[in-house]
Every structure is written in C-alpha cells, then in structure tokens.
C-alpha cells in the first residue's frame, strides 16, 4: 500500500492526476457533458500514456466529473449528471436564497466524505469479495454478466425498463462482431477485414456519448441563465457536523448501491435522498424540496461513495458497476490490465495503487473544487454554439488513437448517429455500454459451462448454488420490470383519462 | 420523493427523456429490431460450426438475437395496445422538434465530410520550428474548415471571432496530440 502512495505520490502522476480532477471537474459542470463522455472520449487520449499515469489520469477525471455536476446544478438549474438531479432540487432553491456558494461548499464537503467512504468500504470489502469471488466459475461469470447488463437497462430507462434491455442486447449483438474467441469463426463481418478484430468498443463508446451528444444538444436553441453571484463558499464546521451521521449513512448506501453491477451513482444519490428524507426530523423534512441543506448532503455523499462501490465489481469481478465504470475498465483493457478475481496475482500491487490514486484524486478533488467555481461560472457564460463543436474533433481523435485507424473514426461516426436515434427513440445508451463491454465475457463463459455440463443433469446445474442465485436475481429484474411497465402504463393511462375529463 | 411545487425538472444528458415515446415511434422502433432480430439469427445459424453445438460460434448471438425478438414483439404489443387506447401523442412525431431534428441530421452530413476529408485527403508535411519537428495533416485544414463551419451556423457570431477560435482550438490540439501524447493524428500517414 505504502509503495501504491508513493507511485501516486509521485510528481509527475501528482500532475496528471490533478489535471484529471480539473478537466472532470469542468466538464461535468458543463451542462450535457456527463462523467461517462469524458471517461469515454479520455480512454483515447490514454491510449499514449503509461499504464501508471493512465489509471492515475482516470481515475481523477471520474472523481472529478461525478462532483462537477453539482456546480451546473446549483447554480443552473441543470444537472450535468442524472446523479445531480436531487442536488439540483434542493440546491438551486438555496441559491435563489442567496446560498448558492454554501451550498456548492457543502457539497464539495459531503463529496469529499462521500469519496472517502466509498474508498474505505472498498479496501474493506475487496480481500473479501476477490476470495469469494475465486469461487465463480464460467456459469456464474456468465449470469454476472447478463445482469449488469439488465439492471443497467433496468436503471437507465425508468418507465421503461424493455427499452433499456433491447440497448443492453443490441450492445451485446455490436460485441459478438469479429473472430469468435472459442474457433476464431468469422462472426458477422461479412468479408470486411477491418472487422475481423470486433468493433472498437472505445469508439462505440465516444460516438455514442460523444458525438451523439453533439448532435442531440448542438441544435438546440435554450441557453441557461447564467448567476452574476455565488457568495460564500466555504460550509461552516457547525453545519458540517450537524449532517455527519446523514452523511455516514448515505456514503455507506452509495457504496453498496456502486457494488451492485448495472446501478450507477443516479441510483445511489436518488436512494439516499429518499432514504434521508424518511429519517430526517420533522422540522427538516419540512425544508425537503425547499433547499434543505441535509437532502444536498445524503445526495452528494451517496453519489460520491458510489464510485469506490462501483471500483468492487470492476476491479474485483471484471463486471463494471455502471457505465463510467465500464469506460475505466475499457482503459484498463487498453493497457492490458485484465482485472477480476486473479488481479492480485496477475499484476501485483496494482489494486494498491488503484487504491492510492483513488484516495489522492479526492483529495485534490476537494481542493480543486473550491477553486474552480468561478471559472466554471465564467464557462457557463461561453455559447454552446462555440463549446459543443469544439469536441468534435476531440471525439475524432479519440476513436483514431486506439488503432490510428479511420475505420475506426467510421465506426464512431455510426454509433454517433445511432446514439442520436436512440434519443428520438427514447431508448437509454447506457446499458449499450455494458452489452459491449459484457459481451465477450458472457459469451466466452457461456459456452465453456455448456462444455462442463454437457452429460450433466438439471439438478447438477442447479446444485450450483452461486449460478442458481443469480438467474433468480436476473428472473427478479425481469419481474420488477414488468411491474414497472404495468404501473407506469397505467399511470399514464389515468393521467389521458384525467386530460380528456 | 419530490416536491410537487417544484419546476419541472429538466435534465440534460445521456439518459435524458428516456422511456415511452409515441406510440407510432415505438411501433416503428419495434420493426425494426425485429428486422435486426431475424436478421442475426438467420446469420447465426449460417455460421460454421467446429465442435459441438455447446461452443457453436453462433450460439450466444442466436439466443440474443432471439430474446431481442420476443422484446422487439413485447415493445410493438405494448405501442399498439396504448395507441388503442390513445394513450400519450397518437402522432407519429408529435413530441419531437422537427426543425432541431433536422438540424441535428445536417450536422451529422456535415460530420460525415468531415471525416471524409481526413480518410480521402490525407497528407503529411513534416516541418521544424525551433529545432522541434512537427507535422503538418490533412487534420488541420479540414478542422480549421469544418469547425469555422459548425460555429458560425450554430453561434452565428462575428466570422473572424469563429474563424480564431477554430485555428486556436485546432493549433492546441495538433501541439498537444503531437508533442505531449505522441499520438498521430487521423489525416496523416
């Protein structure tokens, strides 16, 4: 552990990391630039860094970007991240107050413990988890993977949860293209040579968080109202510690939300929120909605704590707790990282740094955010006519540096326009993510645990308790969805009955 | 959870408006990932075989694309049954932005050329400032030109104004892509 801190400690990933924290930080407080695009359009750029600087790099970008969203919220009125929307509630209320530097300083706090918690829960948690998790065999990494894959879908598309399976399948359809890991059978390349070698997740990545972002949010003609004043920034210590056993509770909620494959930060910070409001006393449930400064702290704990949670499957399993998740794990493939149950022996000493990069970037997350404020302000005011075009050719450069191959520029062009037609579909990208990445594992496993039960029986099958567990999870998903669509179809129902009244 | 006086919430981002969309647009959506669907399962079963059928190249994407079915055949069930019941905009594109929508598509074309330019056009230059060799690409012309272009339609502001920022934000990234990342840009060899 102590070799991890001194290697992040090091002045060189000391820079990077702090240049990560400050690009996340401004990027996810610029409205419609969420903590995955950066992660996504970064796997690129780190294609030409070492694995050191790498890891150090993203990993502060995702600290940084998953509190940047806090800033737009607050101030805006528009949250940079799904996570932010609670912030946004209450947060906004209070800067019509006049309290919108406050607030964001509480929420920079509660970020910063959040961080922390998430990172202890995961040095607790994760010698447990990687020796139980020795015991997954292809079966069980097979049902893993099909569930991060519906509860991504299951999360992302809300009232809808079909709509986030169908992504999370078409996904894992986009994976199955290029040589078969098993035969090395041509799978659907249809002559193509190019694709021969699969289609680059990081460019499916970068089109369709990137490019289809630019094309979703370019066009459009609203322009947020920009704030002449934040005021204050610094919390005082006495509301810091009057909210401390709120932000215990949510930090350690975030964390478990994190760990569970598929459910991301929004999951956790929106759980917390609610999970606060039940606990908080009268008089403070009375200020929930209204700019309550204990709703701002289960929120922004719970979202940052999620990151840590999100670090168990990834790092532990090889199964990304959400989408950012997903585009580190993609990074961490770039580098030839192959993370899951045999890390500690595969690359010895790398979960220590992991930890110790962790622990600095939220270190410097919490400095740099103060200090940040005010351009972001500044930024706020630039046009999104001027900001948007200008990461075109960020999203070119990204998808070319993988391979250095305009094939792959194609390919996020495609997945650009795709990503853009998922939005007039009203179909979630996230879970696409997961099916790409997922995919390969899912498949792989499948088939070798079809291999091993091949003159097996129904009930050897199912006397693997770990694999039987899961697919009961995954018939659970799939249950709770339905319930979803019939509730929501419903609800809808009423109110077309209500407007015809 | 939240408060009913509170403002509609308006997010921006990734996830942002997912869910029910029109009926129509759901059934259209609905046809084609059957199209898909029967597609890759025909492919599937097309592809060659090995082994045993447990390790079938063909197998994984087989039950996918056939699970993809059963949920296209649920999401076109679910369209018709609320356009019967005319639930929620019976028409075809009635909460869409037609104008925004086509603007997105013009500036999807224009990313197209873009990218076009740097595949059909590309050049290397090599030059040195300063005892510090640098390269010259089809990539800084054709994103000096197509962000000039992208700016002024969208912001609609001063040309010159556009123009600088355009060459600022190309000269940095070349400077940085070829100097800091070591990393050859696309439009170049």
């Not at chain 1, 810091?240 to 939300?257: E, H, Q, V």
């Not at chain 1, 997961?434 to 029986?457: Q, S, Y």
């Not at chain 2, 039950?63 to 019941?85: Q, T």
């Not at chain 2, 990234?173 to 696309?186: A, G, M």
Request: glycine share 10%; proline share 6%; with cysteine.
């Amino acid at each position: 552990m102590i070799d991890g801190f001194l290697l992040a400690l090091t002045p060189s990933l000391l820079a990077m990391t702090l240049a990560g924290v400050c690009l996340g930080i401004i990027w996810g407080a610029l409205p419609g630039l969420s903590t995955t695009m950066a992660m996504g359009l970064l796997i690129g750029l780190s294609a030409g860094m070492s694995q050191d600087v790498a890891i150090s790099f993203m990993l502060g970008v995702y600290t940084g970007s998953v509190f940047g969203g806090a800033i737009s919220a607050v101030l805006i009125n528009i949250p940079g991240t799904p996570d932010s929307v609670p912030t946004m509630i209450e947060g906004h209320q209070l800067a019509q107050k006049g309290e919108g530097g406050q607030a964001l300083g509480m929420a920079i706090a509660s970020s910063f413990i959040g961080g922390g918690i998430g990172i202890i829960l995961l040095i607790m948690f994760i010698p447990l988890i990687l020796t139980f998790a020795l015991n997954f065999k292809s079966w069980e990494m097979f049902w893993l993977a099909v569930i991060g894959i519906m509860v991504a879908g299951t999360m992302a598309a809300g009232s809808m949860p079909l709509k986030g399976w169908i992504a999370g399948w078409l996904g894992m359809l986009v994976a199955f293209v290029g040589l078969d890991s098993i035969h090395a059978v041509p799978r659907f390349t249809f002559g193509t040579f190019a694709l021969f070698d699969g289609i680059s997740y990081v460019a499916v990545l970068i089109g369709l968080f990137g490019l289809a972002e630019i094309l979703r949010t370019l066009p459009a003609k609203d322009m947020p109202t920009i704030p002449s004043k934040v005021g204050r920034v610094f919390p005082p210590f006495r509301l810091l510690a009057r909210y401390s056993p709120a932000a215990a509770r949510s930090g350690i909620l975030g964390t478990f939300i994190g760990a569970i494959p598929g459910a991301g930060a929004n999951v956790a910070s929106f759980l917390a929120y609610d999970i606060g409001r039940r606990r908080a006393k009268p008089e403070e449930q009375e200020r929930w909605g209204k700019g309550s400064y204990q709703a701002l702290v289960c929120a922004e704990t719970a979202n940052n704590a999620n990151i840590g949670g999100s670090m168990l499957p990834t790092l532990a399993l090889g199964i990304p707790g959400n989408a950012a998740a997903a585009a580190l794990l993609a990074a961490l493939t770039l580098k030839n990282v192959v993370v899951g149950p045999t890390i500690e022996i595969d690359h010895p000493g790398l979960i220590y740094f992991i930890y110790a990069a962790l622990i600095v970037a939220n270190i410097l997350m919490y400095m740099a955010a103060f200090a940040l404020i005010g351009p972001c302000v500044k930024l706020f005011s630039l046009p999104r006519g001027i900001l948007m075009p200008l990461i075109l050719p960020v999203c070119v450069i990204g998808a070319y540096a993988v391979k250095l191959s305009i094939f792959d520029v194609w390919i996020m062009f495609a997945a650009g326009v795709v990503g853009w037609l998922f939005s007039v579909f009203k179909f979630p990208v996230a879970p696409v993510v997961l099916g790409v990445i997922l995919a390969p594992l899912a498949d792989e496993n499948f088939r070798r645990a079809l291999l091993i039960f091949e003159d097996k029986t129904i009930g050897f099958v199912l006397s693997q308790w770990i694999g039987t567990f899961l697919m009961l999870a995954v018939l659970f998903v799939v249950i709770e969805g339905a319930l979803r669509v019939y509730r929501s179809a419903r609800s809808l129902k009423q109110g077309n009955e209500h407007a015809g009244a | 959870m939240s408060n009913p006086d509170q403002p509609e919430i308006k997010f921006e981002g990734e996830e942002a408006g997912t869910g029910f969309a029109s009926p129509a647009l759901d059934l259209i959506a609905s046809i084609i990932l059957i199209a898909i669907a029967v597609a890759v399962m025909a492919a599937s079963v097309a592809l060659p075989m090995p082994g045993a059928i447990h390790t079938a190249p063909g197998l994984l994407p087989f039950i996918v694309a056939a699970s993809l079915l059963l949920m296209a055949l649920g999401l076109g069930a679910s369209s018709l049954v609320r356009r019967r019941a005319s639930i929620y905009m019976p028409a075809l594109l009635a909460d869409r932005d037609i104008p925004t929508d086509l603007r997105s598509l013009l500036l999807a074309c224009a990313v197209a050329v873009y990218i076009a330019a740097l595949h059909i056009l590309a050049f290397q230059q090599n030059f040195s400032i300063f005892g510090t060799s640098l390269k010259l690409s089809a990539f800084e012309p054709a994103t000096i030109l197509t962000l000039t272009t992208i700016i002024h339609v969208s912001w609609r502001g001063p040309i010159w104004i556009t123009a600088v920022v355009s060459i600022t934000w190309t000269a940095i990234l070349s400077l940085v892509f070829q100097l800091v990342f070591r990393i050859p840009l696309p439009g170049s060899f």
